[in-house]
Structure formats: structure tokens, C-alpha cells
């Protein structure tokens, strides 16, 4: 339990660091439809509110995977919780938000990005 919230306090430095050095990085949303877990790619569509992900992206998850930045967020009506979680637990159909910063976003309209962090909600959470 202890290592799961010193590795999302380090996610949240992380990205405060990397926000202060010029890059801004944005959430957009949107739905896995598949997981190439080799590769650690999700493919990811839009939910409906995002106009990001209108055609399926392949979102390269290496980075955020070797910054331990796959979160998972589960919330409840009295809190709301980020830890640590395996690629390998992610399936077809979880919600996803996706930590892109400007010019990978440009990229994901064509179909392709790379992530520094994603965050997962599980449709059951």
C-alpha cells in the first residue's frame, strides 16, 4: 500500500517537473478499445466527449509505464484514489484518460502518440 501512494506522489512530481520545464501536458478521455501488451500500446477511441480520439490512436504507453505513471483511478462518493497499476491489467472497454502534451496531441489526430501518464477507470469502478 505504501509503495502504491510514494508511486503516485512521484507520478504527480513528475509531471509538475516536466510541466515547469516548458512542455504542458492535457488530459483528453476516451475509451481502450484494444491492448498490445508486447508492444505496451493501447488503442484508443473516443467516448463520446472527446473529439481527440475520433478515429482509433495508438497511444504508446512505454514512457508511462517506465515512469510507473499507469494509474488506476477509482473513485467512490467520499474520495478519490490514484495508484499504481500493471499495463498488463488493462482490458478493452476501461475508460482512459491520456496526459499528452501538445505536440503529441497534434500526433494523435493522425493516429498515433506517446503518453507520459494515462490514468484507467474500470467501467465496475
Known amino acids: 500500500m505504501g509503495s502504491r501512494i510514494v508511486a503516485a506522489l ?7 517537473v516536466l510541466a515547469g520545464c516548458g512542455e504542458s501536458y492535457t488530459e483528453y478521455g476516451g475509451i481502450v478499445q484494444s491492448v498490445d501488451r508486447e508492444n505496451q500500446i493501447i488503442y484508443v477511441v473516443s467516448d463520446g ?7 482509433p490512436c495508438a497511444v504508446d504507453c512505454r514512457a508511462a509505464v517506465q515512469h510507473d505513471s499507469v494509474m488506476l483511478l477509482d473513485a467512490d462518493s467520499a474520495s478519490l484514489n ?14 482512459v484518460d491520456v496526459f499528452l502534451s ?24
Open 82 to 95: 490514484l495508484s499504481s497499476m500493471d499495463l498488463a491489467d488493462i482490458m478493452a472497454g476501461d475508460t
Open 102 to 125: 501538445d505536440t503529441e496531441a497534434q500526433r494523435a489526430t493522425e493516429g498515433h502518440a506517446e503518453a507520459y501518464q494515462i490514468q484507467i477507470s474500470h467501467p465496475d469502478s
Open 49 to 55: 466527449e472527446d473529439s481527440l480520439f475520433q478515429n
Open 10 to 16: 512521484l507520478s504527480v512530481l513528475t509531471l509538475m
